[in-house]
């Protein structure tokens, strides 16, 4: 079965710094979402890429999916303390029982 | 590790009958639940926040009446579709967050696929 696998898990950093986050799958992505979770709230979407070097940006947020399909990378230039939350990478998963995969998210603290 | 179910897995109903969605936390308590909704190749959106003991919160263009949620306990959230029309048709999931702040982490239930005829 499909599986996503984010990295890292956790990340502190300096506001005004930038930073990365991965979101590898076992299986080529056929649709690859990326949603922010502050703590206590549901998820918010941010952005979601299909295509093979597809980029997207939102404010000071830009996604990207590699040409094989099979990675993403958000970036996010400048962290503020607003950026702090959880980052979670989802997918449509084909095959397995559900509808989308999700990775086991990465928490951002960012310290002014 | 937590573990999040729902019930059914999926669901064939008629139009305009009501359907009921379990969201269940099985080793944990969750006072809160979140329940989504994703369209066909699009997003997962957020409709309503569950709260335990209290009314739930409904995003912006979610008809309370029409998808009723009820936080019976620490481990269970219900999502009711009433009178369901072939629009409701869509994959619906629930989540549900363990722990607090820095500390938390949110479980997703395998979801529930309604076809409404």
């Known amino acids: 079965s499909q599986e996503l696998e984010q990295s890292p898990q956790s990340l502190i950093v300096q506001e005004g710094k930038n930073l990365t986050i991965n979101c590898t799958s076992s299986k080529t992505l056929y649709g690859l979402y990326w949603y922010k979770q502050k703590y206590g709230e549901g998820l918010i979407f941010l952005m979601m890429l299909q295509k093979g070097g597809e980029e997207k940006s939102h404010e000071k947020i830009t996604a990207k999916l590699d040409e094989k399909k099979q990675q993403s990378s958000l970036h996010i230039t400048a962290s503020q303390p607003s950026h702090a939350g959880i980052y979670l990478c989802g997918a449509d998963s084909r095959g397995s029982q559900g509808n989308l995969i999700f990775g086991k998210g990465t928490k951002l603290s960012v310290k002014p | 590790g937590a573990v999040v179910s729902q019930h059914p897995s999926w669901v064939i109903c008629k139009s305009g009958t009501s359907v009921k969605i379990e969201c269940r936390s099985l080793?944990?308590?969750?006072?809160?639940m979140f329940w989504y909704r994703q369209f066909p190749k699009q997003s997962l959106m957020l409709m309503a926040t569950s709260n335990e003991g209290s009314k739930a919160t409904y995003e912006q263009g979610v008809e309370k009446d029409k998808f009723l949620i009820n936080h019976a306990s620490l481990t269970l959230s219900t999502l009711t579709v009433t009178s369901a029309h072939p629009e409701d048709s869509s994959f619906y999931i629930c989540?549900?967050?363990?722990?607090?702040?820095?500390?938390?982490?949110?479980?997703f239930g395998p979801g529930t696929r309604l076809l409404v005829l």
């Open positions: 080793d944990f308590q969750a006072t809160t």
């Open positions: 989540s549900a967050p363990e722990g607090q702040g820095v500390g938390e982490t949110q479980y």
